[in-house]
């Protein structure tokens, strides 16, 4: 799916990650985790009159879940990985844990939980490719406003104990987000 630039609003955690989107582009900044990314993304389509010719494009960087995924991937389903979704669905309710958002087989796991912890890693790996902490409230505040979304992740790491280099992991992810931004839209 192409967007023209006037229908796109990029949305990134944080600056770090959004340091090279092309000027000019529509851009939100919503904080770590999903309560912020939510929120935030909500605001920004709010202030259309019709979000429904939006595409969202969350850009970010991933823990790769199994071994030998590298690079950029758009996932084509997301899920929230830390809700009690099948106690949820026993009390009558439908969490909407799995978003189905491209066609890409890639799945993506998000959670409020920085993923260090190779057993936590390997469980999540049994569902899902990457993980992140804000492509599902991204995708699900975008869904329910009507908007069009897009999930564009680099992997930044192998969601382990090297995940805590993010901080000087993320410009090599940032400089591939942001020419993917150029060359795609």
């Not at 929120?39 to 259309?48: D, F, V």
């Not at 790769?64 to 929230?80: D, F, Q, S, Y």
């Not at 899902?128 to 790491?157: I, N, P, Q, T």
Request: proline share 5%; glycine share 8%; hydrophobic share 50%.
């Amino acid at each position: 799916m192409s967007a023209s630039r006037d229908d796109v609003l990029v949305v990134a955690a944080t600056r770090a990650e959004a340091a090279h989107v092309p000027p000019g582009l529509p851009l939100v900044i919503t904080g770590l985790g999903k309560t912020h990314a939510a929120a935030a993304t909500a605001r920004a389509l709010a202030s259309y009159d019709d979000p429904s010719h939006v595409t969202v494009v969350n850009i970010g960087t991933a823990g790769a879940l199994r071994p030998g995924l590298t690079g950029m991937h758009e996932p084509g389903v997301v899920l929230n990985h830390d809700i009690s979704a099948d106690v949820i669905r026993a009390l009558g309710y439908d969490p909407r844990e799995r978003l189905e958002i491209g066609g890409s087989e890639i799945v993506l796991a998000t959670g409020d939980v920085f993923v260090t912890d190779p057993a936590v890693r390997d469980l999540l790996a049994q569902r899902a490719h990457l993980v992140d902490m804000e492509g599902y409230a991204v995708a699900w505040a975008a869904l329910a406003a009507g908007a069009r979304v897009r999930l564009v992740k680099h992997v930044s790491d192998a969601a382990d104990a090297g995940a805590m280099d993010w901080p000087t992991l993320v410009e090599a992810s940032a400089v591939e987000l942001g020419t993917w931004l150029e060359s795609s839209l």
